[in-house]
Structures are given as C-alpha cells and as structure tokens.
C-alpha cells in the first residue's frame, strides 16, 4: 500500500458489521486462523495504488468487537449508521478527508490486490465519478471493486431517496448513467460465473478450502482458478447459492 499521501487521496473503506441475514458474525469468522476481516485488510494493504484503509462499522453495540480489534490491530474505523451505509461511507470519507473512495465489502477474503489497483488506474487515467468491475461482470463475484469521487459520493448521499440505494452505497451512481460519469472495468476472460463473496455457511467453506491451498495471503485471481481447475470441486461447494438482490439487502 502507498502510504506516500499522493494526491488525490485515496482511501480503501471497507464497510463490515456483525449483522447479516444469512451468516451472523461472518465478518470475524476464522479463516486459516485469521478473522475474515483481517484477510480482506491484509489484501488491500498490498495494493499500490491505495493511501489508507478505513474500516466503517456500525454504532450498535454488536458491533463493538469490529471496532475492538481494529484498534487492538492499529486499523483506522469509524463508526456510524447500521442501515443507512451511504451515510456511513460518506462520514466516513469526511472524518478521513478521502478524495477519491474505493469501496470494499468485508466479505471478500480472496479479494485480488492486483484487480483493486487495475480499477484505481483506470480511475485516474479517465477520471469519471465512478469507475467499477461489477457494471460489466467479467470478474468472480467477490472481486468486486468500485472507485468514486467524493463529490460523486456526496451527490448520492444528498440525493438518493431508495432504501436500497443507501444501503448499497453505488447504485445511485450507476443508475443515473447521464448524470455521473461511468468507467466499466474488464478482464480479458469472463470468469462472472464464479462465487467467491461469503454469505452462506457453503460460501465460507468454499473460501476456507481455497485459503488451506493458497501460499500466504499474496496468491492471486489466477491462483485460485489454477486450485479449481485442478480440483474441480472446489467449486462445486457453493454453487447452489443464490446472490441476493439488491431489493433485498
């Protein structure tokens, strides 16, 4: 990670809370003997392209241990809404005066450092409002990276209306496509077909097989696609499972 403080600054927010739907504490669930969390921070401090990190958690006391090893491991948090996450990411951009935010969920442990860097270059060289690898899905879900202005993060936080637009942070960007400007972000191959994001139990023991193969925390996109074409059935795991929508959180 450049710590260098090149401008513009940015700055990695990844939104993490104990609260989930499908698997409560997922967050911190152990993975190789690291919470999930840590394994998200520790790939992101790789990248080259990214001036700080900042976990954003919730004000609920369930989420008290989030904010707790943050700062037992010397992390940057801050602490805000549990439902409205636009608001959280923008007081968050604030507090840590970012002017340019990578967006990171903390259920994304094989999050490639490598991919986060490529969406930050092509955000510099075009300078839209937002750039992103999910607009046109080529990458596993769970390589998910999205990059925007905090101009562009401030217009959605003072505009957008929908619930689900401000507990999902972006779509008021993408959704107004002649308002905002637009990078899509895309690998060579389409590899959208894999799931690699944590939501379920399956997920999980999808990713805990991956990291008991994987050299460290560096191994890569290609790594894990090398795992599975060697052993098929590591994706079989998860397949079964069914992305939420955005409607339903």
């Excluded at 809370?17 to 394994?39: E, F, N, T």
């Excluded at 925390?217 to 079989?236: A, G, N, Q």
Aim: with cysteine.
């Amino acid at each position: 990670m450049n710590g260098t403080g090149a401008h513009p600054r940015i700055l990695a927010i990844i939104q993490a809370r104990m609260g989930s739907s499908r698997l409560p504490g997922k967050v911190l669930a152990d993975i190789q003997g690291q919470p999930m969390l840590w394994r998200v921070i520790e790939r992101v401090r790789i990248t080259t392209t990214v001036n700080d990190i900042v976990v954003a958690t919730t004000t609920e006391l369930a989420d008290d241990v989030i904010a707790s090893f943050c700062g037992e491991h010397g992390v940057n948090f801050f602490r805000g809404s549990g439902s409205d996450v636009l608001d959280r990411y923008y007081r968050t951009a604030c507090r840590y005066e970012a002017q340019a935010i990578v967006r990171i969920t903390s259920d994304c442990p094989l999050i490639d450092p490598e991919i986060i860097d490529q969406t930050v270059r092509a955000y510099s060289a075009a300078q839209p409002d937002y750039a992103s690898n999910t607009v046109a899905r080529t990458y596993p879900r769970g390589l998910d990276t999205e990059v925007l202005t905090f101009t562009a993060l401030e217009s959605a936080w003072a505009e957008a209306r929908e619930s689900y637009q401000r507990a999902h942070v972006t779509p008021y960007l993408y959704e107004n496509p002649s308002r905002f400007r637009i990078v899509s972000v895309t690998g060579d191959k389409d590899y959208s077909s894999h799931r690699w994001t944590v939501d379920t139990e399956q997920d999980l023991e999808f990713v805990r097989a991956i990291y008991s193969r994987g050299q460290g925390k560096e191994f890569r996109l290609r790594d894990v696609l090398r795992m599975i074409e060697h052993e098929p059935h590591l994706s079989e795991i998860n397949r079964s499972v069914v992305q939420k929508s955005l409607l339903e959180g």
